[in-house]
């Protein structure tokens, strides 16, 4: 059973600082990328950022020299350290692994698992 397991979010005023955490566990074989999505109340699902197994980062637009994107492979977690953060960063903030995975008749099989999410508000 692979588990993805978000934390870190809270309350912060705009210009404030908060960094997510997010913990994969399970039969992992490999993760191939991890990103970051996000839910602002009304709004659509939307990538926040992504890093893939080689390193390479991308981020929404409007995150773009405020968010940081990175992964600790020995503890099969990713981090989302967010700065300078604006009203409109408010939302639920979700994990997302591209895994290869072990099945039970220890097959490799590939998929994308999500985690619970954790909520972000930043107060004006």
């Known amino acids: 059973q692979v588990q993805l397991v978000e934390s870190g979010g809270g309350l912060v005023q705009a210009g404030g600082s908060l960094r997510l955490s997010c913990a994969a566990s399970?039969?992992?074989?490999?993760?191939?990328?991890m990103s970051w999505y996000r839910q602002a109340p009304g709004k659509q699902r939307e990538l926040v950022a992504t890093?893939?197994?080689?390193?390479?980062?991308n981020y929404e637009d409007s995150v773009k020299g405020r968010f940081s994107i990175s992964r600790d492979n020995a503890r099969n977690t990713v981090y989302l350290q967010m700065n300078s953060l604006k009203p409109e960063d408010t939302g639920v903030y979700y994990c997302?692994?591209?895994?290869?995975?072990?099945?039970?008749?220890?097959?490799?099989?590939?998929?994308?698992?999500w985690g619970q999410g954790t909520q972000v508000t930043v107060s004006s």
């Open positions: 399970g039969s992992i074989f490999r993760i191939n990328a």
């Open positions: 890093i893939t197994s080689n390193d390479i980062t």
């Open positions: 997302s692994a591209d895994l290869t995975i072990r099945t039970v008749a220890n097959l490799r099989a590939r998929g994308e698992y």
